[in-house]
């Protein structure tokens, strides 16, 4: 063999254990590892793609939600409740269903159509509650003014503005049981969950008022026809009364009010004054509340529920 041919093996043994990378001669694993860098700059892998952007999914404050959810309803036609249900009532309304049942009818489908549940009022409730209770005690343990409870929430809505529901539940526990550590915000938190209108933009369901009282232990007797009043008022000790705020003004809303029962005095509570007013029967509550310019719409009896055990009477409240 020739000397050329020895040096050429002499110098690929060489650089292949010294890892060299002579310019002249690309050998050794110096030039494949540099070969299998660029290879990997040119197609990168798949398992994290170098060419593709992560978008991440924008996040709004609340409040700017809710501008956005109503401008999307005012730009379109699409209702925010059901037609159906509308359709069955209004068939009911032509076929002889009265003015009273009819709103009644109404307010238990908007009851429905909640969309959030508010699980952080109740502890801001608890706190605020506190700040009333010297006012309550000087009422005599009565909720009188409702004005008063700007700092309390019920729903999306404060409870100056549509807890009047909640409040005549309040006053009717506490006449009929007597006691001082009623948990107002609990009561509050429970129609939050069940009877609240639309998150709180109508205030309280009717029938959701007798569904509480029945869930507590209460009995109860409802009705929305005028002649089935004075069969209530002389059975039941407390009552709630819903009517409309202007008979000639449906859109003015409607107001509950509690009515306790003494020695066939008939007391509101919570009404259109911030004192208790007192009245002979029923027939002047529903004749001369708000001076006149209200409509009774429904009216809730409540008593305690009474059960004979072994030869002695026992009333039930949770």
């Known amino acids: 063999m020739s000397t050329k041919f020895f040096l050429i093996f002499f110098l690929l043994i060489f650089t292949s254990k010294c890892q060299f990378n002579f310019p002249f001669f690309n050998f050794g ?28 999914p924008q996040r709004y404050n609340p409040q700017t939600v809710n501008i956005k959810e109503n401008g999307r309803f005012q730009r379109t036609i699409e209702p925010l409740i059901g037609k159906i249900q509308f ?3 209004f068939q009911q309304f032509k076929s002889g269903l009265n003015f009273n049942d009819f709103l009644i009818n109404i307010v238990e489908i908007l009851r429905y159509q909640n969309t959030h549940f508010f699980q952080d009022n109740y502890a801001r409730n608890t706190l605020a509650f506190k700040n009333h ?6 009422d005599k343990g009565y909720i009188e003014n409702q004005n008063e409870y700007i700092d309390m929430i019920y729903g999306k809505k404060r409870l100056k503005y549509n807890g009047c529901g909640v409040i005549a539940i309040y006053n009717v526990i506490y006449h009929l049981t007597k006691k001082e550590n009623i948990d107002f915000p609990a009561i509050i938190k429970a129609l939050e969950y069940d009877g609240i209108i639309l998150n709180g933009l109508f205030g309280t369901s009717m ?16 009705s929305s026809k005028m002649n089935d009043y004075y069969d209530i008022s002389q059975y039941y000790d407390a009552f709630v009364l819903t009517v409309i705020n202007n008979k000639r003004d449906i859109t003015q809303g409607l107001h509950f009010m509690a009515i ?3 020695n066939n005095k008939y007391t509101v509570h919570n009404g259109y004054t911030s004192t208790p007013v007192t009245y002979n029967s029923m027939n002047d509550v529903i ?17 305690k529920y009474w059960k004979k055990i072994k030869g002695y009477y026992y009333y039930f409240f949770r």
């Open 29 to 56: 694993k110096r030039a494949n590892q540099n070969q299998a860098f660029q290879r990997n700059r040119q197609t990168p892998r798949k398992s994290f793609p170098l060419n593709i952007r992560i978008n991440q």
């Open 133 to 138: 209770i010297s006012t309550i005690k000087d």
């Open 207 to 222: 029938k959701a008022i007798d569904d509480y009282f029945k869930s507590q232990g209460f009995k109860t007797k409802s």
């Open 287 to 303: 004749t001369n509340i708000n001076f006149g310019k209200a409509k009774d719409v429904y009216l809730t009896g409540v008593k």
């Open 87 to 89: 359709q069955g009532l």
């Open 260 to 262: 306790t029962k003494d």
